[in-house]
């Protein structure tokens, strides 16, 4: 989906949640950074009638929603009703206070990371502290992120084998296609193999690269026996217990660095 197609579904979008939420208008009105996030912008989409429109925004809420009695940390909106699953053509969209977002991030939290590194053809609303902060992804980059990484793509395989409860996202017509939830394997892969290139690197490349993005591709569609998907998690999850003391990151992220934009930024918004 290009950007004007992705901006026009979000502007036309009916919200079930968080439709009567005064918040979305006031997150809306200070979001310096809008994105598109999940499996489009990883190049992972495919035809299997599950697809929708994942994105994710990050504002400066003004200050009464700093210093007041109602703090605003994010604004969660859905097409689709608090507890059934999003289609095709639905949107989920979640707008972050820069603030927690910049927490998240700098904890290494895989999803949170992504505005940093999507296509410009993905960036649906863009302001020059948006543009500022994306060039800033180095200041974010440490091992730290290797433990989330790790953490999320473990317990994943692990839901996947039934040794941690049932699957947190359930398919029944792809489990009936497949045997097995092939979109969540294919997330748990691309979790684990993304954790490799971020310790490596510092960086996410977006979409998947090739000849990666093929195999993921041909998990989601049931081209890989489960029993190969699980190996396959085994090792890259090694390979990342591996890198934890290896990779060429620093231990830490720039805490200060990230500080210092955080307040710059909201003062410029408020006009301080």
Request: proline share 5%; net charge negative.
């Amino acid at each position: 989906m290009d950007a004007d197609r992705a901006r026009a579904a979000v502007e036309s979008a009916t919200w079930q949640l968080g439709a009567h939420d005064d918040d979305r208008t006031m997150a809306m009105d200070a979001t310096l950074l809008l994105c598109v996030v999940g499996s489009t912008v990883h190049g992972l989409a495919v035809q299997d009638g599950v697809e929708d429109l994942d994105v994710m925004g990050i504002c400066c809420e003004p200050p009464e929603r700093v210093i007041g009695l109602r703090p605003f940390h994010q604004w969660v909106g859905r097409t689709k009703a608090l507890g059934q699953r999003s289609e095709a053509g639905d949107v989920d969209a979640v707008i972050y206070s820069l603030r927690k977002w910049a927490r998240l991030a700098l904890q290494g939290n895989p999803t949170v990371l992504l505005p940093l590194f999507v296509r410009a053809d993905h960036v649906l609303v863009d302001t020059p502290l948006g543009v500022e902060l994306r060039g800033m992804a180095d200041a974010f980059a440490s091992r730290q992120a290797g433990k989330r990484f790790l953490g999320y793509a473990t317990a994943q395989r692990e839901r996947l084998e039934g040794k941690r409860g049932q699957l947190r996202v359930h398919r029944p017509e792809l489990v009936a296609l497949y045997g097995f939830d092939t979109k969540f394997a294919g997330h748990l892969l691309r979790l684990a193999h993304q954790g490799i290139e971020y310790l490596t690197t510092g960086r996410l490349a977006l979409p998947v690269p090739e000849p990666l993005g093929t195999h993921l591709r041909d998990v989601r569609t049931g081209r890989v026996p489960l029993a190969e998907v699980l190996a396959e998690a085994e090792d890259a999850e090694a390979s990342l217990t591996d890198l934890l003391n290896s990779s060429p990151l620093p231990e830490l992220p720039d805490v200060s660095r990230v500080e210092a934009f955080v307040i710059r930024a909201y003062r410029a918004r408020w006009g301080w």
